[in-house]
């Protein structure tokens, strides 16, 4: 499962694009607590460079599709499988 991070273009036009994992924690962040892990990670698991950032989020749901509809609102950024919101990233939403 490929998991990416999603934010509205309105918001990322208020707050501005994070360029590496550390920006984060300057961003209201949205989580989905389904994940076991409550950190961020980035790389492969292991691999040379791989990074784990802890985020303390604004929002936190029990459900990716909330976090995707509460990103789409212009709320933070979201974690979430991109079979979740592919359609979505297409479509510029």
């Known amino acids: ?3 990416v ?3 509205s273009p309105d918001y990322l036009l208020r707050r501005g694009e994070p360029m ?3 920006d984060l924690r ?3 962040c949205i989580v989905d607590t389904n994940f076991r892990d409550p950190n961020w990670q980035f790389g492969a698991n292991g691999a ?3 990074v784990s950032i802890t985020i303390n989020g604004r929002l936190h749901f ?3 599709d909330a976090c995707l509809c509460a990103a789409m609102s212009g709320l933070g950024i979201t974690r979430i499988p ?3 919101c592919g359609e979505h990233f297409r479509s510029g939403k």
């Open 48 to 50: 040379d460079g791989a």
């Open 5 to 7: 991070l999603a934010a």
């Open 20 to 22: 590496q994992p550390s």
């Open 82 to 84: 991109s079979f979740i």
């Open 62 to 64: 029990a459900n990716a």
């Open 1 to 3: 499962m490929r998991i």
């Open 26 to 28: 300057f961003h209201d």
